[in-house]
């Protein structure tokens, strides 16, 4: 299994950003996929997963209302549309897939991670 990610970058507080990660090496239709973060000193933390149907999906309380995960199913891509950024949500952002993660907002339950991508929003 291999997740690459891409979109992150450097963006002013109020803005957006779209990341995605592509998915190869199994069949993820039925798969959890997820986003994760870490920010500088700080441990990695839940963003967002979606299921095996777009509509079951589930945020951190910190991103509810300003992120949006979605996926192509097609494509094995998740993406993470990103509003209204704030300072805070400045850190590395992981992918994470797995079959069968048990609670989605455990990450000791993706066995597979892509690289990261960082996401600095600064003025």
């Known amino acids: 299994v291999q997740l690459v990610e891409s979109g992150g970058g450097a963006v002013q507080p109020g803005g957006s950003l779209r990341l995605s990660c592509a998915a190869s090496?199994?069949?993820?239709?039925?798969?959890?996929m997820a986003w994760f973060r870490q920010a500088p000193g700080k441990e990695r933390e839940f963003v967002a997963a979606i299921g095996w149907s777009s509509e079951q999906t589930e945020y951190a309380v910190p991103v509810q209302g300003r992120f949006t995960i979605a996926r192509d199913y097609a494509k094995d891509t998740v993406y993470l549309q990103m509003t209204s950024l704030i300072s805070e949500d400045t850190g590395v952002y992981y992918c994470?897939?797995?079959?069968?993660?048990?609670?989605?907002?455990?990450?000791?339950?993706?066995?597979?991670w892509g690289q990261g991508t960082q996401v600095t929003v600064s003025s």
């Open positions: 090496g199994a069949a993820f239709a039925t798969w959890i």
């Open positions: 994470a897939v797995d079959e069968a993660p048990g609670a989605w907002r455990n990450q000791r339950g993706y066995a597979y």
